[in-house]
C-alpha cells in the first residue's frame, strides 16, 4: 500500500465554513499534488508544489489556499465554498517516475 | 481531438476473459506513460508503467506504440477483483513528472 495518508476521510461544510484537508507522505518523495476528482470523472489537477514550492497553480479559485509547511505535509485551506466543490479530493506524491494517490477527502459543500 | 481518447466502455465480460483495452494520445512527444486503476469511491492505484518494450505483471500486458501514437493493456485471465474503471495517463513532460494528462477512463466488469 502507498505511503500517503489524507484527513479527513468525509468532510460536510456549510458555504460559510473554513475548513483544512491534510495530507502527509512518508515515501520521501519532494513533489506533492492536490487534485479534485467528479463523479465518473478523471482527477482534474488543482495544485503541485516542488520541494516545499509552489509551482503549478491551475487557476484554481482562491476559495482553495493550499499550503506545504515541510516536505511530508500538503494542506488545502477551504473558505466560502459552493455546493459545485463538492467532490472527491486527492493528494498525490511523486518522485522521479510515477504519483502515488492517497484515500482521498470526500466533501460535500451544503 | 483529446489529448489522451479511451474507449469509455463499459465492457462486460464473463470470468476467465482475456479483455484488451485501448487508448490513443495526441501530442508525439510524450515522454510517459501509465495505466492506473480505479475502484468505486476509491483513489487511483497505479497498476503498470508503460515502457516502449512492452511490459508484463502476472496477467497484465501493457503495450505502446510510439509510431501509431497508442498504449494498450491485455487483462489475461479475468478476475472479478478486476472489475474497475482503466485509466490511461500520460506525461508530456521528459524527466518532470508533474503534469499527467488523463484518459476518461474504461469501465470493466467481470461477471461470474
Known amino acids: 500500500d502507498t505511503e500517503v495518508t489524507q484527513t479527513p476521510k468525509h468532510l460536510v461544510m456549510g458555504m460559510t465554513n473554513k475548513k483544512s484537508l491534510k495530507c502527509e507522505q512518508h515515501m520521501g518523495h519532494r513533489a506533492m499534488y492536490w487534485y479534485k476528482q467528479k463523479a465518473k470523472k478523471p482527477p482534474e489537477l488543482m495544485f503541485v508544489?516542488?520541494?516545499?514550492?509552489?509551482?503549478i497553480n491551475e487557476s484554481v479559485p482562491s476559495r482553495f489556499s493550499p499550503e506545504c509547511p515541510n516536505s511530508s505535509l500538503l494542506n488545502l485551506h477551504l473558505h466560502a465554498l459552493q455546493p459545485e466543490d463538492s467532490a472527491l479530493y486527492l493528494c498525490?506524491?511523486?518522485?522521479?517516475?510515477?504519483?502515488?494517490f492517497g484515500p482521498g477527502t470526500r466533501l460535500t459543500v451544503l | 481531438r483529446k489529448e489522451v481518447e479511451q474507449d469509455p466502455g463499459p465492457f462486460n465480460v464473463p470470468e476467465g476473459a482475456t479483455v484488451a483495452f485501448n487508448c490513443t494520445y495526441s501530442n508525439s512527444a510524450s515522454q510517459s506513460f501509465f495505466w492506473y486503476r480505479q475502484d468505486c469511491r476509491k483513489e487511483p492505484k497505479l497498476l503498470m508503467s508503460v515502457y516502449s518494450s512492452g511490459n508484463e505483471d502476472g496477467r497484465f500486458t501493457a503495450q505502446l506504440n510510439r509510431a501509431s501514437q497508442y498504449i494498450s493493456l491485455l487483462i489475461r485471465d479475468s478476475k472479478l477483483s478486476d472489475s474497475a474503471t482503466y485509466l490511461c495517463v500520460v506525461n508530456m513532460d521528459a524527466g518532470n513528472n508533474r503534469k499527467l494528462i488523463w484518459g476518461l477512463g474504461t469501465s470493466l466488469a467481470v461477471n461470474p
Open positions: 508544489y516542488s520541494y516545499e514550492k509552489l509551482s
Open positions: 498525490a506524491t511523486s518522485g522521479a517516475d510515477t504519483q502515488y
